[in-house]
T-cell receptor, first 114, second 113 residues
């Protein structure tokens, strides 16, 4: 157990819908990262927050947005969902702003868009 | 843009043999190179990492080597065991300013008993 929690574990929804994925970092970690992993694919970095502020952006679609709250938990919002958005979404946390330290991954949320 | 290439995509070895996975990176400013192991249906977990001021690091059966000139780093697993079977990801990052970590596409390692 990495100490990072993600909810829900599984999510099934329809095209065009909007969902929110939630992540709680390890106690004391200020950075949260979001990744998308499609079937048998690698980890695609989406976005990083540090202490409530957006820190780095990857290949995140405009239909996706995220935020980090004062209690440091983070939410990833996916809207106008398409079939291709079906994937495993991981969040990870680390203590510092720079990502040159170990990232601790949560168990992931499996999103299925029908 | 920044890129990390990882080879091979699939690797099958006999139990007890060694396995080597290679990665190359494009951004010469990268200074941190972690390796993550992801078992089927599980989260990625760090198994070893190396920083740019070191050429080699070893932890029991696992070692990583870094060649900064060639922008190349490798994971070596000796005396492989069936529980080493997983997908392994290399990554490269610059660290400062919250620059993003770039992951390789992954190597699926099968260790045959």
């Amino acid at each position: 157990d990495s100490g990072v929690t993600q909810t829900p574990k599984h999510l099934i929804t329809a095209t065009g819908q909007r969902v929110t994925l939630r992540c709680s970092p390890r106690s004391g970690d200020l950075s949260v990262y979001w990744y998308q992993q499609s079937l048998d694919q690698g980890l695609q970095f989406l976005i990083q927050y540090y202490n409530g502020e957006e820190r780095a952006k990857g290949n995140i679609l405009e239909r996706f947005s995220a935020q980090q709250f004062p209690d440091l938990h983070s939410e990833l919002n996916l809207s106008s969902l398409e079939l291709g958005d079906s994937a495993l979404y991981f969040c990870a946390s680390s203590p510092l702003a720079g990502d040159n330290n170990e990232q601790f991954f949560g168990p992931g949320t499996r999103l299925t868009v029908l | 843009g920044e890129n990390v290439e990882q080879h091979p995509s699939t690797l099958s070895v006999q139990e007890g043999d060694s396995a080597v996975i290679k990665c190359t990176y494009s951004d010469s400013a990268s200074n941190y190179f972690p390796w993550y192991k992801q078992e089927l249906g599980k989260r990625p977990q760090l198994i070893i990492d190396i920083r740019s001021n070191v050429g080699e690091k070893k932890d029991q059966r696992i070692a990583v080597t870094l060649n900064k000139t060639a922008k190349h780093f490798s994971l070596h697993i000796t005396e492989t065991q069936p529980e080493d079977s997983a997908v392994y990801f290399c990554a490269a990052s610059k660290g400062t300013g919250g620059f993003k970590t770039i992951f390789g596409a992954g190597t699926r390692l099968f260790v045959k008993a």
